[in-house]
Every structure is written in structure tokens, then in C-alpha cells.
Nanobody, 121 residues
Framework: QVQLAESGGGAVEAGGSLTLSCVNS????????WGWYRQGPGKGREGFAWIYPDGNISYSDAVNGRFSISHDNARRMLSLQMNSLKPEDTATYYC???????????????WGHGTQVTVSS
């Protein structure tokens, strides 16, 4: 089983920083991919930071240079360091993982319940 829980959200002023964490407390920890997604008011859910099975990391243009994704397999934790926050970053932030299955990275993802980030101007 996978049980994901995000934490670290809150309200900050523009230009500030926040660190989000996502911990998998379930029994399954064979993750092949990690990712951060967000959904702002009236918007669809969008991905912006990913760690691929080969270890490569990518970011969307919206956050590149400001956000940093990392993971600690031993602690079963995914982290997101967010700097130079802007009001447009206001959203509910979700972590997403996919698991190894029979030697392949399974398509079906697991999601956390989200943590709210609000950036004021």
C-alpha cells in the first residue's frame, strides 16, 4: 500500500520561501518516479517538477530556477524547496509517485491529499 502525506504548506509573502515534504508511510516503497503537481483556483492540475526512473530531473518553465525537487529514499521522503515565490504560485500542491511493477514503471499513479500554499503580494 501507498500512503502519501504532504506537509509544509502555508501563507507567505511574495519573494519568500517554503519547503514542502511528502512522506510515504505505506508498506510499498519501490518508487520509480516522483513528481510535484499543483492546482490553482479555477485551474487544472499541472505538473512542474519530476524525477524520472533514470534519476534525471526536469522542471516546467514556470518554476525553473526557483524550485528544487529532491528525494531521500531512505527516509521515503520527497521534498520541494520553493524560493522567490510569486502570487501565481498560489495553489494546492500534490506529490505523485509511480511504482515499479514487474520490472516496469507502472502507469497508475498514487497521489497525496495536497497541501495549500498561498502567496500574497
Amino acid at each position: 500500500q501507498v500512503q502519501l502525506a504532504e506537509s509544509g504548506g502555508g501563507a507567505v509573502e511574495a519573494g519568500g520561501s517554503l519547503t514542502l515534504s511528502c512522506v510515504n508511510s505505506g508498506s510499498s516503497d519501490n518508487c520509480c518516479t516522483w513528481g510535484w503537481y499543483r492546482q490553482g483556483p479555477g485551474k487544472g492540475r499541472e505538473g512542474f517538477a519530476w524525477i524520472y526512473p533514470d534519476g534525471n530531473i526536469s522542471y516546467s518553465d514556470a518554476v525553473n530556477g526557483r524550485f528544487s525537487i529532491s528525494h531521500d529514499n531512505a527516509r521515503r521522503m520527497l521534498s520541494l524547496q520553493m524560493n522567490s515565490l510569486k502570487p501565481e504560485d498560489t495553489a494546492t500542491y500534490y506529490c505523485r509517485i509511480r511504482l515499479w511493477r514487474d520490472g516496469h514503471c507502472a502507469v497508475a499513479p498514487y497521489w497525496g491529499h495536497g497541501t495549500q500554499v498561498t502567496v500574497s503580494s
